[in-house]
């Protein structure tokens, strides 16, 4: 997958942390202080070209999730977008989180999709769910 550098060489290129991770380690380019209950925007400083037939899931770091309530938007980047990446950081603590160069912000993972044809129709198949929703198959 190709990317094209927006930022200093400082930043690091994203990267795979460990053997087997699904997602690419995205790094804040700029120093920044998010207050509870604030977003802020924070670019990569990388511009993305996901092949056709693929797109990009923005995920938070399971770390900053649990430890520090640093959420980021859950976007979806398509093949076509030719943009800089930027993240949105949200702040859902009590306590205010520094973000500095090249930390790790979030993560970025890359999944084949399906395109199809819609037909409209008059009536849909049943299944055995039906339209059994939310909590539809209990908690034990």
Known sequence: MRIKRVCSPEIKAPEFHHVGDAGYDLRSTIDTDIYPHENVMIPTGF?????????G????????ATREDILSFHGLI?????GELV???RNVGTRPYVVGVNDRIAQLVVVPYAQ???????????TPRGLNGFGSSGVK
Do not use: H
């Open 87 to 89: 993240i949105q950081i």
């Open 116 to 126: 199809f044809d819609i037909q409209e129709v008059a009536e849909l198949g049943d």
């Open 47 to 55: 511009v993305w070209e996901i092949p056709t037939g693929f797109c």
């Open 78 to 82: 398509d093949s076509s977008y030719r």
């Open 57 to 64: 899931f923005v995920k938070s770091r399971s770390g900053l």
